[in-house]
């Protein structure tokens, strides 16, 4: 089966996600992989496409709609500032993020729709991209290793990336209070644990300070460099193909929306 392909600006990569679940990342980064090429046109999803294509294990209709739920309240916080001397400007990512359930919950809608004022970070990539396979993210179960997994894929070609301790914990969103110790338990362990099969030869070095104490500085990630040519416009078609064979040709018929405000369960 052809693997759906996921790129996207860098800029993504700096958004904090500590406080997502792991659905909730899966779920967003096929939608990303969905809107890749879709300029910013509406895509749209039906809870089965969006559980097939995320591989999601959940089996109960209240916990998949307390995970949508989730992900639109994390999306909101998403947004881009871009200050100069004489301008501050805020944007968001999406125009749109709309989810209608029937009463049951047994089927939903998503409607997704990317604003035009931030539609670089999806389609307009040019010399920085990340990319790489959906299938792989949603086999790693920790959400620290999954931000790590888009991290490394930044330097795929490199194959050697040096993150800061400060510049490390705010990449991954940590609590103010990790240090070392926090990191190694929390972060470092589950990363050589799930990410090996996908970054061959990884190897994390601890640098630390020549100062009293020695304390930890930064931390070298290294791993065998990816084989990689130009990027060529269409290389993915067919995966493509493929992701849309996922959604089906049907035209997906709107379903009532459930009143929670009036939801005297």
């Not at 904090?16 to 909730?24: I, S």
């Not at 060529?232 to 078609?237: L, P, V």
């Amino acid at each position: 089966m052809a693997n759906e392909v996921v790129k996207h600006h860098n800029d993504l990569n700096t958004i904090p996600m500590r406080k997502w679940t792991r659905e909730e990342m899966d779920f967003f980064f096929v939608i990303i992989a969905k809107l890749r090429n879709d300029c910013t046109e509406e895509v749209v999803f039906n809870k089965y496409q969006l559980k097939g294509l995320a591989r999601s294990s959940i089996k109960h209709n209240k916990r998949f709609s307390e995970s949508i739920e989730g992900l639109i309240t994390n999306v909101a916080k998403i947004h881009y500032i871009e200050k100069t001397t004489n301008r501050f400007r805020l944007m968001n990512l999406f125009s749109d993020f709309d989810a209608t359930w029937t009463d049951d919950l047994s089927d939903m809608k998503l409607i997704v729709r990317v604003t035009d004022k931030f539609d670089y970070i999806i389609n307009k990539l040019e010399s920085e991209f990340t990319v790489y396979e959906l299938t792989e993210f949603t086999q790693i179960r920790s959400t620290y290793a999954k931000t790590v997994y888009r991290l490394l894929k930044q330097w795929r070609t490199i194959g050697k990336v040096e993150f800061s301790l400060e510049q490390f914990k705010k990449l991954l969103d940590t609590p103010d209070y990790y240090g070392p110790s926090h990191i190694e338990k929390n972060i470092i362990t589950p990363v050589m644990k799930e990410l090996p099969p996908f970054f061959k030869n990884l190897k994390i070095k601890k640098v630390k300070a020549d100062t009293r104490g020695n304390p930890v500085k930064s931390y070298i990630f290294t791993f065998t460099p990816e084989k990689t040519g130009k990027w060529i416009d269409g290389k993915y078609d067919k995966a493509d193909e493929w992701f849309e064979g996922q959604l089906g040709d049907e035209e997906i018929e709107p379903v009532p929306m459930h009143d929670w405000l009036n939801d005297k369960k």
